[in-house]
Nanobody, 119 residues
């Protein structure tokens, strides 16, 4: 059974930082593209960042480029999202995604972790 478990969300002031983690089980993690998406209330789920199986290639939404960094530790089956210079508009539930190809999300999702940025 595939499981993705996110952690690290919380309440932070604008300009602050958070680091999200997602631990994956039930899959060969080192073969998977991994990604982070987010969904704010009343809005569509949107792409945030993606990383290749080896970690050599990363992709970012324009809205987070230069502020967020995606990374992975294949020995720990974990993907991270370092979020700096947070803005109120970054407030959302952040979801981890496993599998897929560079431009298409995979089939596996975590439950999400809430990030709230106060102004």
């Amino acid at each position: 059974q595939v499981q993705l478990v996110e952690s690290g969300g919380g309440l932070v002031q604008a300009g602050g930082s958070l680091r999200l983690s997602c631990i994956v089980s039930g899959r060969t993690f080192s073969r998977d593209y991994m990604g982070w998406f987010r969904q704010a209330p009343g809005k569509e789920r949107e792409f945030v960042a993606r990383i290749s199986s080896s970690g050599d290639t990363t992709y970012y939404a324009d809205s987070v480029k230069g502020r967020f960094t995606i990374s992975r530790d294949n020995a720990r089956n974990t993907v991270y999202l370092q979020m700096n210079s947070l803005k109120p508009e970054d407030t959302a539930v952040y979801l981890c995604n496993a599998g897929g190809i560079p431009t298409v999300a995979g089939d596996y999702w975590g439950q999400g972790t809430q990030v709230t940025v106060s102004s």
